[in-house]
């Protein structure tokens, strides 16, 4: 084969490459239409009014964490709690393996979706499962760092298309989580805990701290907590090694 044919062929296959979508995408990027859909969907929400992408928010670096140690196909995409509607549309097109724009039963089926989030973005994970739940599609696992809603949203009662549910809050100050969580059909949904830390007995040190972090010290501590976040991690990797009767619950119909 001539060298310059070589070399054109060679330069197709990285631009070909090149355009493939990085599962770890940017928020509101173009998913692009995979051959197959993932095999685990990984949604997370920051809290307040920071970007889906702060280097300094742990839910990011969550992200980023699962995303170089997970399991073949796994897509893992954080996004800001106002753009709850973006995180919807993604799993349908994620989903969505024969692109025809309308997900079948089987296709709901094979869906392995975990959501987490810190403070509105906690609420946000609860509002979205519960979107996903009235659309027949099941959930693997919530979890809920320091949730704070907005006074049009509720937090507090977990779907039944969600199989397992965790809560982790603190309870000091202006803005703190809440304490508990609970199943709206406790048959199909398991609640892990409601974990409660205290920073004023056991304060942790926050980097990059805002005026509004200042104000609320305890629930800024909730979102750089090594701990915390370690736990939030472990409950996460736990459901990407499903192991018998951690399948997700199918709502119904």
């Known amino acids: 084969m001539p060298r310059l044919t070589r070399f054109r062929i060679l330069s197709a296959m990285l631009l070909a490459l090149a355009a493939t979508p990085l599962l770890l995408a940017a928020e509101g990027a173009p998913i692009g239409h995979a051959q197959t859909p993932p095999s685990f969907i990984v949604i997370g929400f920051v809290g307040g009014f920071i970007h889906h992408d702060n280097p300094h928010q742990m839910s990011v670096q969550l992200a980023q964490s699962i995303q170089r140690s997970s399991p073949k196909g796994t897509y ?71 949730s704070v809603h907005k006074p049009w949203q509720q937090d507090e009662f977990i779907p039944a298309n969600v199989a397992a549910a965790a809560n ?31 920073y004023q007995k056991d304060p942790v040190k926050c980097e990059a701290t805002s005026w509004f972090d200042r104000l609320t010290p305890s629930h800024a501590q909730s979102q750089c907590d090594p701990r915390l976040w370690s736990q939030v991690e472990n409950l996460v990797r736990q459901r990407l090694q499903p192991q018998p009767g951690t399948a997700a619950a199918m709502p119904n119909p």
């Not at 994620?94 to 869906?111: C, F, M, V």
């Not at 973005?121 to 996903?132: C, H, K, N, T, W």
């Open 76 to 146: 893992v995409q954080v996004f800001e709690n106002r753009r709850r509607s973006n995180a919807y549309k993604t799993v349908l097109q994620l989903l969505d393996s024969d692109h025809d724009g309308d997900l079948s039963p089987g296709e709901k089926a094979r869906a392995h979706i975990i959501l987490f989030g810190h403070s509105w973005g906690a609420s946000a994970a609860v509002l979205l499962a519960r979107e996903l739940d009235r659309a027949g599609i099941p959930v693997l696992l919530t979890v809920q760092v320091d």
């Open 168 to 198: 982790l809050y603190q309870p000091h100050g202006l803005v703190h989580g809440r304490p508990r969580i609970a199943a709206v059909d406790p048959a199909k949904t398991e609640i892990l805990g409601n974990y409660r830390f205290d």
